[in-house]
């Protein structure tokens, strides 16, 4: 983790908030129309007839407070996170809890009234949950609060607020944030590092016994075949045996 107070972005953190920022001026300047966000944004109830909705709800935002603080977040836990993930898991995991979020918030649309919503909270709170898992002790400073809160605290505070706010005040002003889909992220995220740590606990396969095959040869055989170090000699005939013996 980069000791630096403002380190430098990672590559894939980078084309994230320019993705993001480059999708907020379009709409404010090119694209105004109401049908184009509305096409952006994830709706349960009409999420499988629009399929890329899972996706494109996380590059679009209420407006540029919503965005400012939601790449400021994934600046500061995204940059470490990346870092230690690499560029292609750090991706994988951002997008997989976004997807999750959307995912999430429309498997409870059938028990409760879940509202479009539209942002990346999804996507940085699981990043802000990977930061914690991997750095539990870190200090972080939240203005205005005036002492630092350990990351492992702050993500806790956030998905008990998540879930407050989105289950119990699902119908006050308050509730009427995306509330569920913060955490839809952080649920899935939770998931990923859980499935990771089954999959690195989980035995290794058992070696392949090797068979030890001994050859046993009758006498028989033993005797048919002579031993490679010996050498055959004939039988001397009569009148070599008499030659011998007269030179003895």
């Not at 996380?58 to 500061?76: D, Q, S, T």
């Not at 649309?109 to 996507?123: D, E, K, N, R, T």
């Not at 006050?172 to 990923?192: C, M, P, V």
Request: aromatic residues 12%.
């Amino acid at each position: 983790m980069n000791g630096s107070l403002f380190p430098r972005p990672t590559p894939w953190v980078t084309r994230l908030i320019a993705l993001n920022v480059a999708m907020q001026l379009l709409l404010a300047t090119l694209f105004t129309a109401p049908g184009v966000m509305s096409g952006l944004q994830f709706s349960p109830g009409g999420a499988l007839a629009h399929p890329w909705t899972f996706v494109s709800y996380m590059f679009v935002h209420a407006g540029w407070l919503h965005l400012a603080g939601n790449m400021v977040a994934l600046y500061f836990f995204g940059t470490p996170v990346e870092t230690r993930m690499g560029g292609r898991g750090f991706l994988f995991y951002y997008l997989l809890c976004g997807v999750g979020a959307a995912v999430f918030s429309l498997a409870l649309s059938g028990i409760w009234q879940v509202s479009p919503f539209l942002g990346a909270s999804g996507a940085v709170l699981g990043v802000a949950l990977a930061f914690a898992i991997y750095w539990p002790d870190a200090e972080i400073y939240i203005f205005p609060i005036p002492f630092p809160i350990r990351a492992k605290t702050l993500v806790a505070a956030l998905a008990l607020a998540a879930a407050f706010f989105g289950l119990v005040l699902r119908n006050t002003e308050a509730g009427h944030i995306a509330h569920l889909a913060h955490l839809g992220g952080l649920i899935f995220g939770y998931l990923y590092f859980r499935f990771q740590s089954l999959a690195q606990q989980a035995p290794a396969t058992a070696p392949r016994q090797v068979e030890h095959v001994v050859m046993v040869q009758s006498p028989a055989r033993d005797a048919e075949r002579a031993p490679a170090n010996q050498v055959h000699r004939p039988e001397p005939k009569d009148g070599e045996l008499l030659s011998a013996e007269l030179d003895r």
